[in-house]
């Protein structure tokens, strides 16, 4: 099969540049007419699914809780409080009344906060897909809350709680628990690997003529899609079927897949279509994390396939250090054991998906705890941010310079150093 670039000349670049402004043009005017209705009147009343719900403690001693709301009707997400300490679990229902007259078109898109005048549950209304169901299926295999916890954002991406993010966090395996391309990849995998003997035994007998890997590919595509959503279109998600989709697209006819045309294509596509994805910094740190990965096959794609495999988490890892530590600045020594650690997750996953299938779940519980409760010293390690714009030019750079590669590796390297 021919292997042609995405772009095969400057007027095709161009066009394709003038539809995706187009439909950014378009659904910004669509969030604009949501936006109007919302603040039509300085109170809005809406249903809406409870997508987390934890308490806070002010400086007063005061507790309150704290909602992400996804609202019925205009299918944003909300942040607001209740001082009326509740427990009112995720993905419930309620019906929300809320203060609306402070909030700016910018807000809106980045996601806002607004506060309720009231909020209540009801339990008449149930959400189109109902997904407690699963998540007592979960709970119900596990003894210990924190590993139930840490399976139900692995499998169904539900919030993390704080505990257990600086758990996962001292060990740099955030972007293995935040569902993204790695889940992809295995789920396309497992798919592709049970169904293909299936596939081609009845090919062989009855349509002989069918090309197994495209078929193969749709159904694949299909339960992604379902996957998708069930977990409610998770950012980093969303960028990698969006990737897959294109993906299948330009195999099909020939165009190179693995390339930073068809990256940059689907980002300027999914942030055309979801313009409050701007805002998403998982969505940003997944584009980051294949832009890096992308950058090194680029350059060592020569290399022998296991050398290869060898070095190519740890060099992501590495490229990742000064986007990641521009946002977040805890760092620990146990981060650099993530190259490997993401190599187990690859057999992790589908394990740990096949022992819940089977209601055995709850085996390598003792395991994890041990795993996550492995003590450490929190360092301090922050760039400011003309730094990341500095370092984000220079990768840029380094799709045509080598030597620009070896630069960004050598600063994130050497930038270990220089830990408080």
Known sequence: MLNV???VSKKEFFLTLIVVLCIAFLSLLIEFYHFTKLTKSPVYLSKATVQNHYAKTNEKGRTYDVFKLKLDDLGVEIYTTSWRVSSIPIKSRVKVKLKVDKITFYDYLKGFYAPSLSLYEIYEDDPPFDVKPLYRWIDNQ???????ELYKTLLFATPISKELREEVQKWGISHLIAISGYNVGVISFLLFFFLKPLYQFFQSRYFPYRNATADLTIVVLVVLFAYMVVIDFVPSFLRAFAMSVLGFFFYSRGIKVLSFETLGLTTLGLLALFPSLVFSLSFWFSVAGVFYLFLSLHHFSHLNR????????????LLMVPVVHTFFSVFTFLQLSSPLTSLVFIG???LGLFLHLINFGGIFDAY?????????????????WWILVLYVSVSLLAIRYKAALYACLGFAFFSLFFIQ
């Open 142 to 148: 596990h003894e210990n809350e924190k590993i139930a």
């Open 306 to 317: 296991w050398v290869l495999l060898g070095i190519i988490d740890l060099g992501v890892f």
């Open 348 to 350: 992790f996953y589908p």
């Open 5 to 7: 670039p995405l772009f």
């Open 368 to 384: 994890l705890l041990s795993f996550l409760a492995v003590e450490t010293h929190s360092y301090a390690l922050v760039f400011p």
